[in-house]
């Protein structure tokens, strides 16, 4: 005969009731109130330990002192020591012999080019690219067009001192005038289409106004030839490469109302080792002189 199977006891309910569905008031299992013990213990000491209660004044310090910020000085610190001597040999070399230095030379894998790669990722990307291939307003780094030289010593001045830089009293400067002050509308759109010829975007025949006016006006900067002066930060107008675009309506604008595009003064911003290695990685990119 099979046995009856016994009756489980009855649990007690906490008295809450919905839709006639009792909760039952079960006990909780033992592990689970033991670990729920334990964090509570372990949160009571860790907010005496460490730091953790927000105040007006800072974080309460905690009874071990303990700072993540001062460990990652310490940890800054240390890499520091052991860069010092590599820092102090990109400082004493002259800038044309870091790239071939033994100890901190190497196009691609040298201390100096890799500390350059950082410098430009953390402070010239955001303008240049990521890849330093630039964008409108923005010059390419990557290309032989360089409007103040592409020697490392060249570019490491435009880089210490900056462009148009109010705050730098050597900083590079230029500043082509807005035409459209003084030339008329009709003298603009000649000016322009002859421009246009010079680098071949514009096949105009009659351009011999445009060619005048470029004379008497743009070419104490740009050259009779229109083909720049580096001395002068005045564009190569000959060639196929436009900080701002070559159509005509941009050209218009340009000659109309000028441009005055602007790069900070990087010296007391970044250490003279980091100009330096940030000189050697744009020069090393492929358009270095």
Known sequence: MARKPAKKPQVETTGHEWDGIEEYNNPLPRWWLWTTYLTIIWGIGYVILYPAIPLPGGATPGLLGYSSRAEVA???????????????????????????????????????????????????????????????GYPNLRDDDWLWGGSVEEIYTSINHGIRSEADLDTRFSQMPAFGEFLNKEDIGSLVQYVGTLSGINRAEDTEVGKNLFLDNCASCHGDDGTGDRFQGAPNLTDAIWLYGSDVATLTETVKNARFGVMPAWSGRLSESQIRQAAVYIHALGGGE
């Open 74 to 136: 310490a940890d800054i610190a240390e890499v520091e020591a052991r860069n010092a001597p590599l820092v102090a040999r990109i400082n004493e070399l002259a800038l044309t012999d870091i790239s071939s230095d033994d100890l901190v030379g190497g196009a691609g894998d040298g201390f100096a080019y890799n500390g350059g790669a950082a410098v430009f990722q953390t402070f010239c990307a955001q303008c240049h690219g990521s890849g330093a291939a630039g964008s409108k």
